[in-house]
């Protein structure tokens, strides 16, 4: 992938990217383009968290655990 803004990252790489999937270099490559790119800023506020950080994240009535004593 090219870090010019005209080159955008494919959706799935920057949900690789959320996820923290990709290689040092691509995720470097990713870093830099959406610095200048607002077009995959939006998109990458779209992507769900994955489901782990979503139940790490979530408010304590949704956990369950966190009831017991």
Known sequence: MNAQTADHPTTAQLTEFVLGRLTTED?????????????CCGIL?????????????????FHPLASRP
């Open 27 to 39: 995720s470097d490559q990713v870093a830099r383009h959406i610095e200048a790119c607002d077009s």
């Open 45 to 61: 506020q779209k992507i769900p968290d994955d489901r782990m950080v979503q139940l790490a994240t979530a408010p304590e009535r």
